[in-house]
């Protein structure tokens, strides 16, 4: 029940922050209400697409979205570079995009590592709406520490999913790698949303562990 109450409460300190940022944050105690509550965004008819998310998929949100009253651009379709390339640019143009953030600050920054940028890009511009489905266990208290739970937390278990040879998924740890398998292309700190595009990101935090 403390840890709850104390998720509770974190949250409702970063949605204070996050609308000094032009960034919507509602809390949701369970993955089912986060379900509810990103559906209740979307409008049917809508073109929808998503980027890489692990919490986005745990709580079904991918799975209503391919079997709803939606047009979707999903990039695992992609059979060639060049249809990655197309999907990616129709991407660009969707009316809603799904992504988590891989931490938050307390302040209310959001901070993302990408491999291409797909994410970042669309984070930063493009679709009318982003909506991001955050667990409580991607909370930072500052960008450095944001930026090491990435890479130390995060990433490892994401290269072995993804079958990469890297420093961190063998050793556990980031080894600031170069190589072609490397997922630390570019780092993302979005401070604050424009005025002219208030409230286009809205941020779900939800009080379970989600993702990595």
């Not at 809508?46 to 919490?55: A, L, Q, R, T």
């Not at 398998?181 to 939800?206: E, G, Y």
Request: charged share 25%; with cysteine.
């Amino acid at each position: 029940m403390s840890t709850a109450k104390a998720n509770e409460v974190r949250a409702n300190t970063m949605i204070k922050n996050l609308k000094k940022r032009n960034i919507d944050g509602i809390y949701c105690p369970t993955k089912e209400d986060a379900l509810k509550q990103a559906l209740s965004y979307i409008e049917k008819g809508s073109v929808v697409s998503w980027g890489g998310s692990m919490s986005v998929e745990e709580i079904g949100l991918l799975d209503a979205v391919r079997s709803g009253d939606y047009e979707v651009i999903d990039r695992s379709a992609a059979k060639t570079p060049d249809e990655q390339r197309e999907l990616h640019s129709k991407t660009i143009l969707a009316d809603y995009y799904l992504m988590s953030t891989n931490a938050i600050t307390l302040d209310g920054e959001l901070i993302n590592i990408d491999g291409t940028g797909n994410r970042v890009g669309a984070l930063c511009y493009g679709p009318k709406h982003v909506i991001m489905i955050v667990g409580m266990n991607k909370v930072a208290s500052n960008v450095e520490d944001g930026i090491s739970r990435i890479r130390n937390i995060a990433s490892p278990p994401n290269c072995i999913r993804l079958g990469l040879e890297t420093p961190c998924s063998l050793t556990g740890r980031c080894g600031d790698c170069f190589g072609d398998t490397s997922i630390c292309s570019d780092i993302l700190i979005t401070r604050r949303q424009s005025a002219a595009m208030k409230d286009r990101i809205k941020v779900i935090l939800v009080g379970e562990d989600l993702g990595f």
